[in-house]
């Protein structure tokens, strides 16, 4: 199949339900699942499983503290945060922050370009005789 009839169809889709959800654009794992199942063809009760499945092994991988690469779109890390002094912003009482494990993300520079309207710009190549 044409990928580029593949991403206007997943691009109108999308559209759809931003304007479904009043023009904020929140993606729900059920409507990952019926992209999937819209898309590719798997049946509803595979589409659902592959995307439970996905986010369990990005969960799992960084439960385990690895690095989780997604190519085109970024990476995921933990990060150990050390504690910190910290202050109740409304009695001014200073309070410790603990010790804690974040989840960090990366975008990668094809996806920030993708959000800021850059198009991967193919080089042109002329041969004059």
């Known amino acids: ?4 009839i ?5 691009k109108a889709t ?13 993606l729900t794992k ?6 999937l199942f819209a898309q590719v063809g798997l049946n509803k ?3 659902k499983e592959m995307v439970e499945a996905f986010f ?3 969960r799992n991988s960084l439960e385990e503290g690895e690095l989780v690469k997604l190519s085109g779109f970024g990476n995921f890390s933990v990060r150990d945060k050390a504690s910190r002094p910290g202050r109740n912003p409304k ?3 200073m309070v410790p922050i603990a010790a804690r494990r974040v989840v960090t993300f990366h975008a990668s520079q094809k996806f920030k370009n993708a959000v800021e309207g850059i198009v991967d710009a193919q080089p042109s190549v002329s041969l004059t005789a």
């Open 14 to 26: 999308l559209n759809d339900l931003m304007i479904d959800n009043g023009g904020s654009f929140t």
């Open 1 to 4: 199949m044409d990928m580029n």
């Open 6 to 10: 593949e991403e206007d169809v997943i």
């Open 56 to 58: 369990e092994e990005i």
């Open 45 to 47: 009760r595979e589409a």
């Open 30 to 35: 059920a409507e990952l699942a019926e992209l």
């Open 91 to 93: 009695t001014g009482e």
